[in-house]
């Protein structure tokens, strides 16, 4: 950046908002993939909305690219700067403004860390339902520019579901405010869904006004054991019809072992078996519940054994099984795919991909969970320990477009929750077609001319 760039960056931001320190351009410039290096030109973090828009002018004054970053948990990249970009942390726009009981929405700036606004619903009786195993530490502007999804997906939607309003400045620097909290709003084009899921391309979130609900009865756990995934489609197909389910999560048994490992815990129940469901449900009747759909399963030879949760911290104690194991796997550099199909194909899908994955890489450790209930695997392919990153971000890299080819053969989609970034930029074309690529690049120059906003990333 020229010294009169970082003269001007000077001048909208205080010492204490802008860093260029080697250890903050390392921290702030990346997120969890750790496949990039990064390199950021300099940190800013935003107080005030002016602020933001007096960056973007200047951006595209100066042709200064700008990352927007959040908590920086996103698993494709898309918050890495490995391109002397300036990076836009929200950590310091972090304020709860506002939370209105009658409307039920929570008014907020970007940065709130996810765990947060859960946290303060729970304070006003009410529920924020988004939830995965990085809620705290991602942001709630960070979780709508991916659309985030995460275990209670099948109850209660995405993130997009929970937006109500947005403020947002797009790269050509307009500050737009979006649906303003309403419920309903037939005015034509809603910028607010483009702006969900845009991974920071066509501008930055501000702020937004967050629906809650009611919180939901008692939650308790299903844990059972399964041979193959065609036992979990029926296990969820009697569920569904019997249960108020909230969660229906899968794990191999190479993945249950990882989490043992890592936390010391000891095996839920006897043995380690091809595949666990981890079934979450609300019932004011307790565990017991389930107990006629769990029999039903074991007469029909679709469970091999099973545990219910016996209180609250019990069910704690048995999702530590599912969510644990992002965490576990995180030393052995995952290479990640997160892919999803319609439900019905999804042990079709699977058998498809396993079949792909060892054919190609023998050497590979593969470890499989996901969000079942919602066609959602996450495919994790661990880096053999002797072998360097790049050779094997390579390797991954070959073997992903095979995979990529059983997605789209599957009409599936190569980026079930993730988002693209940089990692999955180059499989898109295997969920998106060529002229939906040409409509997205239309309209990521209609919202940031200047090719500002996070270039390289998506489109
Ligand atoms: C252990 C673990 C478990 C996870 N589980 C799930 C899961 O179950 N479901 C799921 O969906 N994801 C999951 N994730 C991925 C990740 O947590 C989500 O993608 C999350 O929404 C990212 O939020 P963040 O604030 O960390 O965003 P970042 O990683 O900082 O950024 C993500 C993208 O959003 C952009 N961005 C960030 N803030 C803004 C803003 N204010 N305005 C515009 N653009 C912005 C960035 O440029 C980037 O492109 C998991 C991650 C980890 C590490």
Redesign the pocket.
Known sequence: MSSSSYSSLQGIFDSDCLSIDAEDLKYFGT??TRFYEPDPAAIVFPREISQVVELVQLANRDNIAL??????????G??VARHQEVVVS?SKMDKILDFDEADQLVWLE??VV?QRLQNFAEQHDCLYPVD????G???V???????????KVMRYGL?RNWVAGLT?VTGKGDLLELNNGLTKNATGYDFRHL?VG????L????GAAMRVTHPPDALHIMLVSITNMLSALQLLTICRADLAVTAFEFFSGEALQQVMLHRNLPAPMAGIAPFYVLVEFESDAGSSAALPVFEKALDQGWALDGVMSQSESDRLRLWQYREGI??AITSRTPYKHDLSVVISQAPAFLEAIEKVVSLESAAFEVIWFG?IGDGNVHLNILRPEDWQIDEFRLACEQLGLKIMAVVAQFKGSISA???V?LLKKNYLRHSRSDIDRVYMGKMKALFDPGLIM?PG?LV
């Open positions: 997120d969890w990352v927007p970053s959040g908590g920086r948990t996103g698993l494709s898309g918050a929200f970007a940065g996810t995965f195993a990085s809620s530490s991602s942001q502007g960070g979780n709508i520019a991916t659309n985030a999804g995460g275990i993130t947002v702006f845009s991974e920071g391309t501008g930055m979130i501000l992002s965490e969000h929750e993730h988002g970034g996070n990333k």
